[in-house]
């Protein structure tokens, strides 16, 4: 297979695998309607645990972050590592732009935490206690959420090396892209804290 077939194939069936609407779906299956009308409108996993239900939240959540998984090591087997982060990229865009939700979806953290995973553990468990220290600290969880994402590109830079550097780096960049509303309230200080909202 040629290069720009290869690039087709990882980049729609990265994008495909990243759209599965699991919060949505999860939602549908427990009764609690269409997650999109709650909240922030989202399908991820936060938006999800604004139902009461922790269960569906947490199964989301690890789902979630299995896309980002799946996407990166199935990839990494059938061509090869630079592949591999080339679907994780696309896997965190089909999260936040799911083709099942027309355009809808999350904000690609435990997406992009999933993809960070597959390539280099130890990273994403660095990123997960930045998230966790600064949202009970601040009582944020956008807070943490940036803060990770701000740290990953630069860990995996020196982790393995450039080019998982310069794709944790999109991630990261789409991560933020989708905060930007958070980002809004937060420089002005009218965020949510966690329990109050979306």
Not at 4 to 21: C, D, N
Not at 91 to 96: L, P, R, S, Y
Not at 138 to 143: F, K, P, Y
């Amino acid at each position: 297979m040629n290069d720009a077939l290869t690039a087709v194939v990882v980049v729609v069936s990265g994008y495909l695998v990243g759209s599965i609407p699991f919060g949505w779906l999860l939602a549908r299956a427990a009764g609690l309607g269409d997650i999109r009308a709650i909240g922030s409108g989202n399908i991820g996993a936060t938006n999800v645990l604004r139902t009461g239900r922790k269960d569906i939240a947490a199964l989301t959540l690890a789902l979630d972050a299995a896309k980002g998984a799946v996407a990166v090591l199935a990839t990494d087997y059938w061509a090869g590592t630079n592949w591999a982060l080339v679907a994780g990229v696309a896997a965190v865009i089909g999260h936040c732009t799911s083709v099942w939700m027309r355009g809808q979806g999350g904000k690609g953290v435990a997406t992009g935490l999933g993809v960070i995973l597959a390539i280099a553990w130890p990273v994403c468990l660095a990123c997960c206690a930045a998230w966790v220290v600064t949202a009970r600290l601040s009582r944020l969880s956008s807070a943490g959420a940036l803060v990770a994402f701000a740290l990953a590109p630069v860990l995996m830079l020196f982790w393995r090396g450039s080019a998982a550097g310069a794709a944790v780096a999109a991630v990261s960049a789409v991560v933020f892209l989708r905060h930007s509303g958070n980002i809004r309230r937060l420089l002005a200080g009218t965020e949510p804290r966690i329990g109050q909202g979306r």
